[in-house]
């Protein structure tokens, strides 16, 4: 996050309830793209260095990279301080139609590059969203949500501006799951949820993979009641979800391609993107 089997023909639908549950943003997913059997495993994460700290798909690894887009979908990106500068002309004339920018990490820590990627942007016309690198291990979720909202992370009433997202993945300085068993991780992103809403009315995105939420969270199903997905694998398709989805909204597939930063597909039409966006 392993060999790859061909992709699965789809089954009968599933009645699911994310649709649902997304329907006060008026947003309906597609079908989700090619099943494959697994995540990869056992290669180690890249390590974060400098200032600019941890990135969303720091821990993926998986030696496939360069993804070519995954078919049908809008294609998007999200960038780091890591990125630096962005061209975000390029960005929109090469196909990005939105964008996450991270804005901040822990309680202490906001990337000295949000300001110019995220407002550079939403002056090229992307759709544009901010996300925070989860450090459990640091402070409370309440602490984080509100720091992250503070810097950042504070959603707007616009068509242009997409819910904050909650990068939580393996953590980048220590073990894997911040030194909480499950319960206490799920009580974490909890309370990260109820604070975030609480703010903003809505729930954030949550991006994760499936191997880390799995053992992490004890496969907590709960948080696909209420949270859009933003899968990451790098891959021909996004392999099995974690516990309680059946849907993604977002898909980081690849950590390098022909835009800028990770590269990311939604899960629907331009017209659905902005639903969740409004």
């Known amino acids: 996050m392993g060999s790859v089997d061909t992709a699965r023909a789809a089954g009968p639908k599933r009645r699911s309830r994310l649709p649902r549950l997304l329907a006060t943003a008026g947003i309906a997913l597609t079908a989700l793209a090619p099943m494959v059997p697994a995540e990869a495993s056992g290669l180690a994460p890249d390590s974060p260095t400098g200032p600019a700290g941890a990135w969303a798909g720091y821990s993926v ?33 090469g ?37 925070h690198f989860a450090r459990p291990d640091r402070s409370s979720g309440a602490v984080q949500a509100n720091y992250f909202l503070d810097h950042g992370g504070r959603w707007a009433a ?19 799951c911040y030194g909480l068993d499950p319960q206490a991780l799920s009580a974490w992103i909890a309370e990260f949820n109820a604070t975030y809403r609480a703010r903003t009315g809505h729930f954030p995105l ?7 939420w799995n053992r992490c969270t004890g496969a907590n199903p709960d948080f696909a009641r209420s ?9 021909p398709g996004t392999g099995p979800l974690p516990a309680g989805w059946r849907e993604h909204a977002l ?28």
Not at 206 to 212: H, P
Not at 252 to 269: E, I, R, T, V, W
């Open 95 to 131: 196909g990005a139609r939105f964008a996450y920018v991270k804005a901040t990490e822990g309680s202490e820590m906001t990337s000295d590059q949000f300001r110019d990627q995220y407002f550079g942007a939403s002056r090229n016309g992307l759709l544009h969203g901010a996300y």
């Open 206 to 212: 949550l991006y994760t993979t499936t191997n880390w």
């Open 61 to 93: 690894g998986v030696p496939a990279r360069h993804a070519a887009p995954p078919g049908p979908g809008l294609t998007g990106v999200d960038v780091s301080g890591h990125q630096g500068v962005v061209d975000w002309a390029a960005a929109r004339d």
């Open 227 to 235: 949270n859009p997905l933003w899968i990451a694998r790098y891959g």
């Open 251 to 278: 898909w980081q597939f690849a950590d390098k391609g022909p835009l800028p930063g990770d590269q990311n597909s939604f899960n629907g039409a331009l017209e659905q993107l902005h639903q969740l966006a409004a």
């Open 158 to 176: 616009d068509p242009r501006v997409l819910p904050g997202a909650l990068d939580i993945e393996r953590n980048p300085y220590g073990e894997p």
